[in-house]
């Protein structure tokens, strides 16, 4: 890269940081849950204003908003489509390559509002971190890829060469549910050379990253029934079994006394990993005094190499409605993680198969809404890698501009304005 490059670069980023976090800040507004108990209409919303920012770079030959078929469902009469999805391309010139930008709009479920500090759908500053549902995962990432197009048109100017192709997906945090299908109807124009994912984080605040091995996921509702209908506690307790009863033995067959996972089938990868003590595990995850984390080997051997198995949720009556009745049917999502190298559809019959050999008092057990996704390994000797370690060198130099004027702003008699921004951005 030119010296010229270099600080035309350095010097976009500083007069656009402002308007970059007003922007996400505007994104982050959009309650866009993509699971099926929400409005699907803030998802709409959301592909909606993403696109207009793909399209405000004034560099692509075309930016759609686009729906595929549910995978499985693409021979039916009527599928089910997927969340919507932004697909933008520019086609490269003089023989250079395309690089394809990835990122998702939509959010998970925020949960209680009354367990949030701050307004889940209100980005707040506190320190120096923006805080809302979606801030980081992936709102940051659509914009991390907006204003690096608009800072390499504002110095290689309208005509550079490069190919670029954007695909910023709907979904990905309700499993995907469309996206092979997405995948093969857009396949020429997502066709790339590289591709830049946008969801991952950085080693600390002050390293960057580069993600190039990622566990897969398999996430599935287990229905467990052992009555055909609720029966009074004080008539039938003690005599036959409850479904809540069933899933707390069944569930509890799934790890064994150090937290690790005990269902046969499942494998763990060899990934070399750097050091990560329990200290810091304890800083960053927030586990609470006297209490242990689980598994064993390395700590980041847990969590990149080897499976894990979490329940998520748990449909049975709450406690406001709780009455003195054997419960019949309980419903239990689990969501596991897939060590890099198995293949998520043996990982989940390995576990499915587990659950149903396990399944206590004779416990009748169904199965549904099953995702699986494809744990991820890079090949780091390729040359894309080489240019995105080139890349990291450059923002460590410029993200110190960046906190250079920041730390103007606060100094400023706006501060109180100015300041409200997102440190880790």
């Known amino acids: 890269m030119s010296e010229a490059l270099e600080t035309g670069i350095k010097q976009h980023i500083d007069g656009a940081f402002e308007t970059t976090i007003a922007e996400l800040c505007e994104l982050v507004r959009i309650p866009s849950v993509s699971w099926p108990a929400f409005d699907p209409a803030h998802v709409q919303a959301s592909a909606e204003k993403v696109a207009d920012l793909m399209r405000s770079t004034g560099v692509f030959d075309f930016v759609d908003i686009r729906r595929a078929p549910v995978d499985g469902q693409e021979n039916e009469a009527d599928p089910e489509l997927g969340h919507p999805a932004v697909i933008a391309r520019r086609a490269p010139k003089n023989g250079a390559p395309t690089v394809l930008l990835y990122a998702h709009h939509d959010v998970q479920p925020p949960g209680k509002d009354e367990e949030w500090d701050t307004p889940p759908f209100e980005p707040t500053q506190r320190g120096d971190r923006l ?30 060469d490069l190919g670029l192709a954007v695909f910023i997906e709907g979904e990905e945090e309700w499993a995907s549910q469309s996206f092979g299908n997405f995948l093969r109807e857009n396949r020429d124009e997502l066709a790339a050379d590289a591709i830049i994912v946008a969801d991952s984080g950085n080693w600390d605040i002050d390293t960057p990253a580069l993600t190039v091995a990622l566990r897969g996921a398999v996430a599935f509702n287990v229905k467990i029934d052992t009555m055909a209908h609720a029966t009074h506690s004080g008539m039938f307790g003690g005599a036959i079994p409850d479904a809540m009863l069933a899933a ?101 019959d390995a576990l499915t198969g587990h659950l149903t050999k396990h399944a206590p008092f004779g416990a009748k057990l169904s199965f549904e809404d099953p995702g699986l996704g494809h744990s991820f390994s890079v090949d780091t000797t390729g040359p894309a890698v080489a240019h995105i ?37």
């Open 131 to 160: 805080f809302a549902r979606g801030a980081a995962d992936d709102k940051a990432g659509v914009m991390a890829h907006v204003s690096a197009i608009r800072a390499l048109k504002a110095t290689a100017g309208d005509d550079f």
């Open 389 to 425: 370690r080139a890349a990291m060198e450059l923002a460590l130099v410029a993200r110190r501009s960046i906190w250079g004027l920041v730390d103007r702003f606060r100094s400023s008699p706006t501060s109180s304005r100015s300041s409200r921004r997102l440190r880790s951005s």
């Open 248 to 348: 707390v033995k069944l569930l509890g067959t799934l790890w064994d006394e150090d937290g690790a996972v005990a269902v046969e089938g499942l494998t763990s990868a060899d990934l070399t990993t750097p050091e990560y003590d329990e200290a810091r595990l304890r800083e960053e995850s927030g586990l609470l005094d006297g209490v242990s984390p689980i598994g064993r080997g390395e700590i980041l051997s847990r969590m990149w190499a080897q499976p894990a198995i979490t329940v998520t949720g748990i449909d049975a009556p709450d406690i406001a409605n709780a009455s003195n009745t054997l419960i019949p049917s309980v419903t239990v999502r689990i969501s596991a993680r897939v060590a890099p190298g198995q293949d998520p559809q043996e990982f989940y």
